[in-house]
């Protein structure tokens, strides 16, 4: 199990040190560390804590990923948790229930986006959009289109507390990403998930019931996303429905494709996507350490992403088959068209 | 005093001439931003206090939208038109429409690309002069000593960070002391100045190296104060913080003695357009095509507790 | 004519046959049970340990029955009667067919025409797609144990002699007769009553052929039942106890016994449309 399990992640890994040693030549202190005040301090640190909202975006985007799917609402969702999360704090509620509200509006956006898909048989990229553009309406409505500020420490703790010397957020999306991945691996989740991503159909006619798996998908990334949304909430004590999650759910959609799922669907793996999360991190902050003027930006955010997407492919142990699915990908931009086949 | 003589007489003018109000139409963009909440609740508030019926239009960040709203108020037969337009481009049949029907038209905020005399005047703000005042207020404040200033940056690209840059930096370019040792963007957001920040600190030797913080908006040196202060730096006092914009919670940190400046960028873009609509309804005065907005600075001595106990409730 | 003397005698006989006749406990029956554009009303009775054989040219419905008879497809008419019932044929229950899933959980099987896009999962092992419709009756939540499913996947290799190197290969590597063989393992590991096979040896091997119709007789003769849907009328002959036929998305002959051969069944597959027009529904 494990040595399958390490050699899955062994290209992320590797690209994740690559991408270091790159860092480092630029900006030679980046793996310094050093222990004050109770907290472990450093840009590798920066990189984990910054890493949050993608790596938690990035594990709900996997699995509805591996069902062919795509979910472009995650950005706004976070948006919305973030509102609704401030919002009951400034109406004088405690954690528990911003905490509770914000879950739960979370789990309402995915079983929106879910059901559209599963059962209206919407393309998830159109259905997804639906909620990515009017959600963030939604999010400015509840704060009224300001900065809703809060002073709740107990909240704030999630965004900037440390636990053990980590900043907090790193052991949520830890925590998140180990319990999704046993849920998935020591159930059948991940199995059947597999399956009717890679024949939706075929699937179905052995009684998988698709729809319930295209559901669950869709809530787990809503929930991922409403986690993703806290974490930048609590961050800045504020809830900005403009800003929060901003085109985050395309850096999920990179972290997951880094971490070399394919946006076929099929065979997924969540610590990839995670490395792949880190990787992308270890790129922006990697940019903001070393001094280049801010129109370099992005266009060097690019060009490490294509080289990494170009040079991982060979890297997956030869596998050529990889490489053809890439090409057919590059042509059929839209993902998951041929699978998508309505069950009977 | 003779505005406001000039504005009584318009008053007095109005209610003797008239029974019904002016009406003016009013497209606001849509809520992107606190700043631009406030000045939808101060226009309202400027439009009440003047006696003017205000019809507001939000065109949720859409061009298409404004359009539309802009023909609704000249098919009512509107006074005038306040816009604040979304984009630069695009505005000139509206705007020749609006001509037709004799409409005055008065940009607010943000300018166009039209020719000038489809519409009266435009009022906003130069930012280059805000760029200016932010760091002739560090130039002062440092007063020769040497000093390492770290900027935030608005969105790259955009007109604001670029206007604010290049006048930040024409008011230093005369003092060798002052220099700026890194410059990156953080889009203008709270999480984006955080992050940012926290890259400039792990950057400057735990920002022990870092003696100012430039920011392009408030929103940003917040978010670069939660910063400072998880860094265990005090900001304030052992980085000076200077940033433009005037929001409430940036008072808030004025007054807990986090920030040290900010140059105001009023919300109160109605005011100056209605007073050149009063002057221009009562004698037929045209107002020159551009009228600035003061970009007054507050410090820490210009009462921030009792600033941001009057903008709290504005929309910010 | 003839062909409709033959539909006539033979829609008696089936329904004598379904009630009275030996031949095996009546286990199903399909009670004009119809889809609207699909196939019109028909009556099927299946019994326990028989292969039911059925004939027709393309587009004569034979795929939209199989669909409909497990749920696929909604039926517009008719009932589907469990004979057999779920407590040793205490009671006649009606199924509701709603979906395949349905249809699993009242003992059904099904192996799709297209094998390539309805059956193999083919980025999935051998393993994986074995246990995959025991898994799904059991639901997510119990996860048939690794050793479990290696046991199964191992057996059924075995046993239907599949070629691979090993279980963990992706089914979609094999070859078509492998992969028939792997998807007939899927559904033989889950027991079922009743086993629909659409074109089962079409686009494979001799060799695999012939294992594939030695491996049905050896099923029935454990008491289940399987519908044959072929267009190879010599294998469907060799294999079938009963053949229907089916013309114009409607059964239009029956075949049992001595009945069987090649000639009545191309003659009832190739009547003149006339006839079938005057054939009864």
Redesign the interface.
Known sequence: MMPAGVKRVLPQLITLAVLVALVSAV?P?FLQLHY??GRL???VI?VLK?GAPVALLAIGMTLVVATGGIDLSVGTVMAITGAVAAAAIVAGHGLLWALGLALAAGLCAGLFSGCLIAFLGIQPIVATLILMISGR?IA?LIT????L?FNLPAFSFLG?GHLLGIPVPVWLWLAAATLTVVVVR????G??I??VG??R?????????ARVILLAVYMISGLCAALAGIV?TA????A?A???G?WLELDAILATVIGGNSLLG??FSIPAAVIGALIIQTIN?GI??A?F???Y?LVIKAALVVAILVLQSPLLAGDLKRVAARLTRLRHPAPATKKE?AS? | MKKSLALSLALLGFSATASAAQVVGFSQIGSESGWRAAETTITRKQAEQRGIDLKFSDAQQRQENQIAALRSFIAQGVDAILLAPVVATGWDNVLKEAKESEIPVILLDRQIDAPKDLYMTAVGADSVHEGEVAGQWLVDKVAGKPCNVVELQGTTGSSVAIERKQGFEKAIADHPNLKIVRSQTGDFTRSGGKEVMESFIRAENGGRDICALFSHNDDMAIGAIQAMKEAGLHPGKEILTISIDAVPDYFKAMANGDANATVELTPNMAGPAFDALEAYWKDGTQPPKFIQTDSKLYTQSDDPEGEYQRRKDLGY | MLGRELAAEEHAARRAEGHTEAAGEPLLAFEQVGRRGHIEPFDLSIQRGEVIGMAGLLGSGRTETAEVMFGIKRAHSGRVRDVEGTDGGKGADELHLRGPRDAIAAGFGFAPEDRKTDGIVAELSIRENIILALQARRGWMRPIPRAEQQRLANDYIARLDIRTSGAEKAIGELSGGNQQKVVLARWLAMNPRFLILDEPTRGIDVGAHAEILTLIRELTAKGMAVLVISSELDELIAVSDRVIVLRDRRQVATLVGEEIGLEPVVRAIASADTHTEEAPA
Not at chain 1, 186 to 189: D, E, G, H, K, V
Not at chain 1, 201 to 209: D, K, M, Y
């Open positions: 900006f202190d004050s005040d301090i450093g840009p920066d910054r309406g400015q009224e289109g300001r900065i500020t900037s020591r159930t059948a989740l199995l059947l597999e399956a890679i024949n159909r075929a699937s179905a006619l052995t009684g998988i019931n930048t961050d800045i004590r504020g900005d403009n800003n929060a901003l099929g065979r902050t903001l350490l001094g003027p801010t129109e930006n086949r009977p």
